[in-house]
């Protein structure tokens, strides 16, 4: 992993980002960034003008832990990057001194940060405050996911829509929810998109790791792709890919585009291909971008770029393009082969938190709305900075206090806690933090390789073994 040692300049906000996936790196990272930058955000945290935040990263050991060419992807650097496990970051916390700390993790682990963190400080004290919140569109899980980020001083939700959604299941069991904060996805930006002429020249078809889950319906998606080139042999269509066989993202994926493409009957066209790259990158010289109910629908959007969100295998809850009711969106590929071009519905738009170039073309609504969509235009974040400069300012904070504890969850919380090697307590378990200053260089390295291996193989156990045993065995 990438590792640098820069001076902190005096002033800066000290700033670290735990991260269990390439995805969630991102949206930690940016968010930091966004927290600690923009219209008064020196005034409000209390720094030094024209300072950047100095941001070390963290990348939680685990089955996503994204690989150097990934990280390359995704374009974001620290100050310094190192794969921990949950223990050694609790370690890290007790040994440095941050002012922030973004959870940029699962739900199960960020609940394991957060009792790890009682456990260091009990009692009010000087430690960092702690913010996570979700890398995209909540469609899943929401009752589950809150509750096991319920705790960190901020949980930020990326719309007006997600937050009242967060507040309402806080108060449900009767939890404080006074940590809830909107903001925006911190990766909404880029360029307003200028038509070159008229129709679609660049497709984008965003695929996802999971969804859908099955190889006939992955492999009807990328052939429907494919036949939309044919039709229209004056598009190109790209199908931009999350990762390479092998690698893992926020989700398993079992069945790889790059090996579903041996399935198209033709193979694929010469004016369709496949891509990897940045998201924003590619979106840059898209005309139409196509997806189930990937989060990069939001970033077209933003940019005012038709987004077509799929209806051909249902609109569905498990498929996630139920989020998507009511914004204009939803088409299937024959209607997009007939040369729709979805736009999205303004007073959606609003909602969601996208106030890009699309919002600000909108209709006329309410003045409270309107007044709330400039608001938000101006900056999202401003809400965030405001909450963590008077935090930081506090002094002593106050313990951390999760709603599930032994008492409120005790068939529960101890299992998720002892899946990153601590205790009920929150304590790290006997060895779960190995010394490692004793050991030489070539053990250390030694131990890396098999590390790695080992990650390599239960990824392509995943996507190779795991699926010819099921075809095997009819399950």
């Known amino acids: ?34 927290l600690a930058s923009g219209p008064g955000a020196e005034r409000e945290a209390g720094l030094e003008a024209g300072l950047e935040p100095h941001l070390t990263g963290y990348l939680l050991r685990g089955r996503a832990t994204p690989t ?36 940029a993790l699962v739900g199960g682990a960020v609940q394991a940060v957060l009792h790890g963190a009682r456990a260091l400080w009990p009692e009010p004290a000087h430690r960092p405050v702690l913010v996570t919140g979700y890398v995209g569109v909540v469609y899943e899980k929401l009752a589950d996911g809150l509750l096991l980020r319920h705790g960190a001083d901020l949980v930020l939700a990326n719309s007006r829509h997600d937050a009242g959604r967060f507040r309402a299941v806080y108060e449900g069991v009767g939890a404080d929810a006074s940590a809830v904060t909107e903001t925006a996805l911190p990766f909404l930006e880029g360029a307003p998109y200028e038509p070159a002429g008229s129709g679609a020249h660049t ?37 931009k890919l999350r990762s390479r066989p092998g690698e893992h993202t926020t989700h398993l994926e079992e069945f790889p585009y790059q090996r579903l493409v041996e ?24 005309d139409l971008l196509v997806t189930v109910s990937s989060t990069a629908a939001l970033e077209s959007l933003h940019r005012g770029v038709p987004t077509a969100v799929l209806t051909d295998l249902g609109v569905r809850e498990v498929l996630g393009n139920h989020h998507f009711l009511g914004s204009g969106c939803l088409a299937s590929w024959d209607q997009l082969d007939a040369g729709l071009l979805p736009q999205g519905d303004p007073a959606w738009l609003a909602a969601q938190g996208v106030t890009g170039p699309a919002a600000a073309r909108r209709v006329p609504v309410a003045a409270d709305d309107d007044a709330h969509a400039h608001a938000a235009a101006d900056d999202s974040y401003a809400a965030a900075r405001a909450r963590l400069a008077r935090l930081l300012e506090l002094g002593p904070l106050p313990a951390v206090a999760p709603y ?3 008492v409120t969850a005790p068939g529960y919380l101890p299992g998720i806690l002892a899946r990153h090697h601590l205790a009920p307590d929150g304590t790290p378990l006997p060895g779960a933090v190995r010394v490692e200053g004793g050991e030489s260089r070539l053990r250390r390295r030694v131990r890396a ?25 009819e399950l």
């Open 449 to 473: 390789h098999v590390r790695e291996a080992a990650r390599g193989a239960y990824r392509q156990g995943v996507q190779r073994v795991a699926p010819l045993i099921r075809r095997l065995g």
């Open 263 to 286: 399935r198209i009957p033709g193979g694929l066209p010469a004016n369709c291909r496949l891509v990897y790259g940045n998201m924003g990158e590619v979106l840059d010289g898209a």
């Open 1 to 34: 992993m990438p590792d640098s040692n820069r001076a902190v300049p005096r002033g800066a906000l000290r700033v670290a980002v735990l991260a269990d996936s390439d995805t969630r790196w991102k949206w930690g990272a940016l968010t930091a960034r966004r």
């Open 404 to 406: 599930y504890t032994r």
């Open 68 to 103: 150097a060419r990934q990280l390359g992807e995704v374009g974001v650097r620290a100050d310094r990057l190192t794969e921990v496990t949950c223990a050694q970051f609790l370690a890290e916390l007790r040994r440095e001194r941050y002012d922030v700390v973004v959870l």
């Open 203 to 239: 497709v984008v078809f965003a695929v996802q790791p999971s969804v859908p889950q099955s190889r006939a319906d992955r492999t009807y998606l990328l052939g429907r792709a494919a036949e939309h080139a044919r039709l229209h042999p004056e598009r190109e269509v790209l199908v």
